[in-house]
């Protein structure tokens, strides 16, 4: 009976062995997954910030040209009421 009760034993160790290896094999695909995860990130971070610096460069490029537009309108309005 005790010879039985120690192989129950070692079958159930062997067991948890085997399940704690099959989760570190499952841990370590975990941990790449979440490294190609966070440098997939990491990239598109960057990539939204080089837009943000793009979107507002030619915000400010627009803006500057509406003024120069503005200028003019003002101009040829200054020049009709000179003529009259």
């Known amino acids: 009976m005790a010879l039985e009760r120690m192989e129950a034993l070692e079958a159930r160790i062997r067991g948890l062995v085997d399940?704690?290896?099959?989760?570190?094999?499952?841990?370590?695909?975990?941990?790449?997954?979440?490294?190609?995860?966070?440098?997939?990130?990491?990239?598109?971070?960057?990539?939204?910030?080089r837009w943000e610096v793009e979107r507002n460069d030619v915000r400010s490029r627009i803006e500057k040209v509406l003024e120069e537009l503005e200028s003019l309108e003002c101009l040829e309005e200054f020049k009709e009421v000179a003529l009259d």
Not at 24 to 45: F, I, P, T, Y
């Open 19 to 49: 399940l704690v290896q099959q989760l570190k094999e499952k841990n370590a695909v975990l941990d790449e997954e979440l490294r190609a995860a966070r440098d997939r990130l990491s990239k598109q971070n960057q990539t939204n910030r």
